[in-house]
Structure formats: structure tokens, C-alpha cells
Nanobody
């Protein structure tokens, strides 16, 4: 069993920055990848950024490229999402998730943290 706990959400003005952090605990943690998803009211959940745990390879949704940066600390079992130049459309609940092996599905999810960007 793996537990994921997000932190760092909040209210920020457009153009501002926030840093989200996700801490993993539980079983010996050696995932295939970790991702940050977000879900805005009335919209489907979308993958925002993803990082391969071993190689550090990253993926970003087009909507956040150049503004968001995902990083991980293998020793601390944490993954962060640095969000800069925030826009009102970035407002959503942000979820951390981990994929333990190659495949389409994420195995464990955090409970989410709210990010609100005011105009």
C-alpha cells in the first residue's frame, strides 16, 4: 500500500506562483512514474505533468508547457510541481498519482489540493 499526500495549494493572483509537493509513504517505494493531474469544476481530470522515477524523463500538457516544472527527490520520495505565471484557467484540484509499472493506469492517488487563481 502506498499513501500520497499533497500540500502547497492555495489562493494566488494571476501571474503568481505556487509550488505543490507530494510525499509518498508506505511500502518500499520504487514507482515507474509519478504524475500531477488536475480537475476543474465541470471538467474531466487531465494529466498535467509526469516524471519517470528512474530516468527523470518528463511530460507536460500543452497548456502548462513553459510555466510548470515537475521534479522528484528519489531519496525523500517526493515529487514537486512548480507552477509559475499562473492563469485563472489553472484553477482546479490538483492530484498526485503514482504508477508502479508500465501501463495506462495509475495505481495510487492522493486526496488532492485546491489551487485557485484569481484574475
Amino acid at each position: 500500500q502506498v499513501q500520497l499526500v499533497e500540500s502547497g495549494g492555495g489562493l494566488v493572483q494571476a501571474g503568481g506562483s505556487l509550488r505543490l509537493s507530494c510525499a509518498a509513504s508506505g511500502r518500499t517505494f520504487s514507482p515507474y512514474s509519478m504524475g500531477w493531474f488536475r480537475q476543474a469544476p465541470g471538467k474531466e481530470r487531465e494529466l498535467t505533468a509526469r516524471i519517470r522515477w528512474t530516468s527523470g524523463g518528463t511530460f507536460y500538457a500543452d497548456s502548462v508547457k513553459g510555466r510548470f516544472t515537475i521534479s522528484r527527490d528519489n531519496a525523500k520520495n517526493t515529487v514537486d510541481l512548480q507552477m509559475n505565471s499562473l492563469k485563472p484557467e489553472d484553477t482546479a484540484v490538483y492530484y498526485c498519482a503514482t504508477k508502479l509499472r508500465v501501463g495506462p493506469d495509475y495505481d495510487y492517488w492522493g486526496r488532492g489540493t485546491q489551487v485557485t487563481v484569481s484574475s
